[in-house]
């Protein structure tokens, strides 16, 4: 498999204070040909106006991942955690058998953009859970910033899917070896990256399966997060 996904043939929605990009299908924007990639099933790119943001509402059975890129971003829920998402900052929260959180733009003048990723559990019912870390060493690299063993510093994660988030410079590059049975999302945030004979501009997915190994090379600066997730093929 080898799916370049652009930027603008992504589904979309403004509500005047969000502006959001929707990667798979996603509220009322419903595409039977982009549902999922294996247990990844949301990646929403959000853009939140000052003072604004979603009020309190529930999830349940689900792993929801949010990374910001700009601005900064406030969370609170109904375990009592309350916290600030600032760039750098991967935070998770398991919704497990349920749970209540608000996300706002936490500025009153600049605007907030992240992305939100969800990621379905392998074990439905789970006790509602929260985690936060900020990762500073992203350059030049292939950071893991989530996994389900939370090896190697990361954050863990109910399912068996690694996220990967890494900056690189002009024609920096990084390598990924793939296992059987596996196959990888790159989300492209900012700058360019050539993988193959594709080349990626900000806002573009990629999905890959079925390869030994991924070289990935930067065109200009440019930030990604990578996931690697199990696939049935």
């Given at each position: 498999?080898?799916?370049?996904?652009?930027?603008?043939?992504?589904?979309?929605?403004d509500?005047?204070?969000?502006k959001?990009?929707?990667?798979?299908?996603?509220?009322?924007?419903?595409?039977?040909?982009?549902?999922?990639?294996?247990?990844l099933?949301?990646?929403?790119?959000?853009r939140v106006?000052?003072?604004?943001?979603?009020?309190?509402?529930?999830?349940?059975?689900?792993?929801?991942?949010?990374?910001?890129?700009?601005?900064?971003?406030?969370?609170?829920?109904?375990?009592?955690?309350?916290?600030?998402?600032?760039?750098?900052?991967?935070?998770?929260?398991?919704?497990?058998?349920?749970?209540?959180?608000?996300?706002?733009?936490a500025?009153?003048?600049d605007?907030v953009?992240?992305?939100?990723?969800?990621?379905?559990?392998?074990?439905?019912?789970?006790?509602?859970?929260?985690?936060?870390?900020?990762?500073?060493?992203?350059?030049?690299?292939?950071?893991?910033?989530?996994?389900?063993?939370?090896?190697?510093?990361?954050?863990?994660?109910?399912?068996?899917?690694?996220?990967?988030?890494?900056?690189l410079?002009?024609?920096e590059?990084?390598?990924?070896?793939?296992?059987?049975?596996?196959?990888?999302?790159?989300?492209?945030?900012?700058g360019?990256?050539?993988?193959?004979?594709?080349?990626?501009?900000?806002?573009d997915?990629?999905?890959?399966?079925?390869?030994?190994?991924?070289?990935?090379?930067a065109?200009?600066?440019?930030?990604?997060?990578?996931?690697d997730?199990?696939?049935d093929?």
């Amino acid at each position: 498999m080898h799916y370049h996904r652009p930027s603008n043939e992504r589904g979309q929605a403004d509500h005047g204070w969000l502006k959001s990009k929707h990667s798979f299908s996603f509220a009322n924007y419903y595409d039977p040909n982009h549902m999922q990639f294996g247990p990844l099933r949301v990646i929403n790119e959000d853009r939140v106006a000052p003072g604004k943001g979603f009020d309190a509402h529930p999830h349940h059975d689900m792993e929801i991942i949010s990374y910001v890129v700009e601005g900064t971003l406030e969370h609170r829920d109904s375990m009592g955690q309350i916290s600030i998402i600032k760039p750098g900052d991967v935070q998770r929260m398991s919704a497990g058998t349920g749970i209540q959180h608000s996300e706002y733009n936490a500025s009153q003048t600049d605007p907030v953009h992240f992305l939100q990723i969800w990621i379905m559990p392998e074990q439905r019912g789970l006790k509602p859970s929260y985690a936060q870390r900020h990762f500073e060493d992203l350059n030049g690299q292939l950071r893991l910033v989530a996994s389900k063993e939370a090896r190697d510093g990361a954050i863990s994660i109910n399912a068996d899917v690694d996220l990967y988030a890494s900056k690189l410079v002009a024609n920096e590059g990084v390598s990924f070896h793939l296992r059987p049975k596996r196959g990888l999302w790159v989300q492209l945030i900012h700058g360019s990256l050539s993988i193959g004979q594709t080349q990626m501009q900000a806002g573009d997915g990629l999905a890959l399966s079925q390869l030994e190994s991924v070289d990935i090379t930067a065109c200009e600066a440019s930030e990604f997060i990578l996931f690697d997730v199990p696939l049935d093929d």
